[in-house]
């Protein structure tokens, strides 16, 4: 399954946009993006997926390029309930395949 | 929606106990059920990958006899922690998926501590 790098942390202040940048170089043909933002001592929470091009929903935006090697997830006009860490996760999309590896995550800081 | 709850969500007990943690989608059914380990400051590790009706899969290093997993239903997925010791704490989470290409939705975790 295709390794994630993300950067480890990033600072930000309220009200505007945010970029987080996953590279996934070994990316397989099967493999899908999803994104999860983790607030501690809560489990993870299901923010965006994508497969390639762009993904819009109403938290969010997920930018694949075309050879899929990375994708940015993009939150418009961040806010201090923001703060929490987000997990870019390759998942393989055959049925059963299962397997799923977290990487580290990116500790993303809202500041007033 | 897709809700996943967890129960119970933090377990205080005495080494050499057992302790069951149950895992169930309330609104969709799971052909795939996960279970994670986090420990503070970390990231997700996975524990093992649960399909209904089947046997659990284990990532290596984490021990079958001792992580016990049962995936009865589409909605319930339960992991024992037999003769738990004070290093089996941690927080505990399980994931449902409907389909292997749509996403996880999580619990929110188990507190195990074990004294």
């Known amino acids: 399954l295709a390794k994630t790098t993300q950067p480890i942390s990033m600072d930000s202040y309220e009200g505007q946009e945010v970029n987080i940048t996953c590279s996934h170089n070994n990316i397989a043909t099967n493999d899908y993006i999803t994104w999860y933002q983790q607030f501690p001592s809560q489990g993870p929470r299901f923010i965006i997926q994508?497969?390639?091009t762009k993904v819009t929903n109403e938290v969010a935006s997920l930018f694949i390029p075309a050879d899929r090697k990375s994708s940015t997830l993009s939150l418009p006009r961040v806010s201090l309930s923001d703060t929490a860490v987000y997990y870019c996760l390759v998942e393989d999309g055959r049925t059963n395949a299962g397997k799923s590896t977290f990487g580290d995550g990116t500790t993303l800081t809202v500041k007033p | 929606g897709a809700v996943v709850s967890q129960h119970p969500s933090w377990v205080i007990c005495k080494s050499g106990t057992s302790v069951k943690i149950e895992c169930r989608s309330l609104?969709?059914?799971?052909?795939?059920m996960f279970w994670y380990r986090q420990f503070p400051k970390q990231s997700l590790m996975l524990m093992a990958t649960?399909?209904?009706?089947?046997?659990?899969?284990?990532e290596q290093g984490v021990e079958k006899d001792k992580f016990l997993i049962n995936h009865a239903s589409l909605t319930l997925s339960t992991l024992t922690v037999t003769s738990a010791h004070p290093e089996d704490s941690s927080f505990y989470i399980c994931s449902a998926r409907r389909q292997s290409n749509q996403p996880q939705h999580f619990g929110d975790g188990t507190r195990l501590s074990i004294l």
């Open positions: 609104d969709f059914q799971a052909t795939t």
């Open positions: 994508g497969y390639k």
């Open positions: 649960s399909n209904e009706g089947s046997k659990a899969t284990y």
